[in-house]
């Protein structure tokens, strides 16, 4: 049973480019979150999404920041327009469950140049 | 006050030495707790996930919750140089949408 993945792992961007970040969960699981992790900082939660439907975007950026989980096809988190603030890694976890075990990914690290 | 605090080490010990690893968290609500480990530039690997007041044991890891004094540790028996490596807390509960808030981890070193 292939673990959470996520593509690409390392991820270039010029300042004032998109960052498209994929996310494809465990299968089995509808449950999909994203994470932040800055250098020196623990991992803050950014969104919790199921099939079509975002649960709970509050540590999700107002601005530039969106995610989606489609019907088919992996969940994506889109930045807009980066900055170099948004060099961080970013990750993926998948559970079977609102309250269930997290399962994360390897993570996609985002520098802005 | 922070809601899930962790020291962050670094803490070094000798090969075959027990850890302590430990947490506090300040929301009475959190029920669900897990250990992660995390080497470098890697995601984080579950380790022991509890949603109950006292022990859970697997192979060398112990986890341990006391909910009444919001406190949790995770124990490492007979640690090795490969268990070296950030060890981070999280919690959830009802109220957060199962959302994991992490302390920032403690970085273990154990020297062979």
């Known amino acids: 049973n292939a673990g959470v993945m996520q593509n690409p792992r390392h991820l270039v961007r010029r300042r004032g480019q998109e960052a498209r970040l994929r996310c494809s969960p465990m299968k089995g699981h509808s449950h999909v979150y994203w994470y932040r992790q800055l250098p020196e900082e623990g991992l803050k939660f950014m969104v919790y999404l199921q099939k079509e439907n975002i649960i709970d975007e509050s540590g999700m950026p107002k601005e530039r920041f969106s995610a989606e989980f489609p019907k088919e096809g992996p969940s994506i988190l889109r930045i807009q327009q980066v900055v170099r603030g948004d060099s961080a890694a970013y990750f993926c976890?998948?559970?079977?469950?609102?309250?269930?075990?997290?399962?994360f990914g390897p993570g996609t690290r985002l520098t802005v140049t | 006050q922070k809601e899930v605090e962790q020291d962050p080490g670094p803490l070094s010990v000798p090969e075959g030495a027990i850890v302590s690893l430990n947490c506090t968290y300040s929301n009475s609500a959190f029920q669900y707790f897990m250990w992660y480990r995390q080497y470098s530039r890697k995601g984080p690997e579950l380790l022991m996930y509890?949603?109950?007041?006292g022990n859970k044991e697997d192979g060398r890891f112990t986890a341990q919750v006391d909910k009444s004094s919001k406190y949790i540790s995770l124990f490492i028996r007979d640690s090795q140089p490969s268990d070296s490596a950030t060890y981070l807390c999280?919690?959830?509960?009802?109220?957060?949408?199962?959302?994991?808030?992490f302390g920032k981890g403690t970085k273990l070193s154990v020297k062979p």
């Open positions: 509890t949603y109950s007041s």
């Open positions: 976890a998948s559970s079977p469950g609102q309250l269930n075990e997290q399962y």
């Open positions: 999280a919690t959830t509960g009802r109220g957060s949408q199962g959302n994991l808030i």
